[in-house]
């Protein structure tokens, strides 16, 4: 089965500062792998995902993240980010060869300072 | 609006009740995910429907019971409810694998 780690479950970062956001998956077969965001009192929304192809994947919000197959690593990183990205961020991993079942993280929650 | 609707919002009950909480899917979407969200649990996937079948399968207790009709819609059915049972619960729908979800906003159970 697969599993996913989101190695820090709070992350405060001053306004226009980078911020990056850690996930590591566990998975013996080849996977998917998506980043949510969750704003206050609403549902998750993606950010991005990474099906196949270039490793470095493009989302909203200025969002981007990196794939590292050997590091098994999916981390989500912004190089500026606005009092509007504070939130929750939800890393998640489904196996290519069985549906499409999201297995999440414990999620990362983004607290931007002014 | 994300294209998937969940009713109703919010929900206050007792214990010992039971409630059944509504979820149509985005146009199209034939697949149909319900996931538990608590502070001390996280996201925990309950059930999946594809096209009105049982697909998989999670961590659903056996007082929680679910079923997609022929519409495509979804219902979750929690019954003997404990307070432990209180949180948010999302319904998602999808269409193609690898596309992820397309989530509700949720309906926020309370049981007293």
């Known amino acids: 089965a697969q599993s996913v780690t989101q190695l820090d479950s709070q992350v405060p970062v001053f306004e226009e500062a980078p911020v990056e956001l850690r996930c590591n998956y566990s998975?013996?077969?080849?996977?998917?792998l998506f980043w949510y965001v969750q704003y206050p009192n609403q549902g998750l929304q993606l950010l991005l995902k990474?099906?196949?192809?270039?490793?470095l994947v493009k989302g909203i919000n200025g969002f981007e993240a990196e794939f590292n197959k050997s590091q098994t690593s999916f981390h989500l990183r912004k190089p500026s980010v606005h009092i509007s990205d504070t939130a929750e961020y939800f890393c998640?991993?489904?196996?290519?060869?069985?549906?499409?079942?999201?297995?999440f993280g414990g999620g990362t929650r983004v607290l931007v300072k002014p | 609006d994300s294209g998937v609707t969940q009713t109703p919002k919010h929900l206050i009950t007792a214990t010992g009740q039971r409630v059944t909480l509504r979820c149509s899917p985005r146009?199209?979407?034939?697949?149909v995910y319900w996931y538990q969200q608590s502070l001390d649990q996280g996201l925990q996937f309950l059930i999946q429907?594809?096209?009105?079948?049982?697909?998989a399968k999670g961590n659903i207790l056996e007082r929680f019971s679910a079923q997609q009709f022929p519409d495509l819609h979804s219902e979750l059915n929690l019954s003997s409810l404990e307070l432990g049972d209180s949180a948010l619960y999302f319904c998602?729908?999808?269409?193609?694998?690898?596309?992820?979800?397309?989530f509700g906003s949720g309906t926020r159970l309370t049981v007293v």
């Open positions: 998602a729908s999808s269409h193609l694998q690898g596309n992820g979800y397309t």
């Open positions: 998975s013996s077969v080849s996977v998917y």
């Open positions: 990474y099906l196949s192809g270039s490793t």
């Open positions: 146009s199209g979407d034939l697949s």
């Open positions: 429907y594809y096209n009105g079948e049982e697909r």
């Open positions: 998640a991993v489904s196996v290519k060869a069985a549906g499409n079942k999201l297995t």
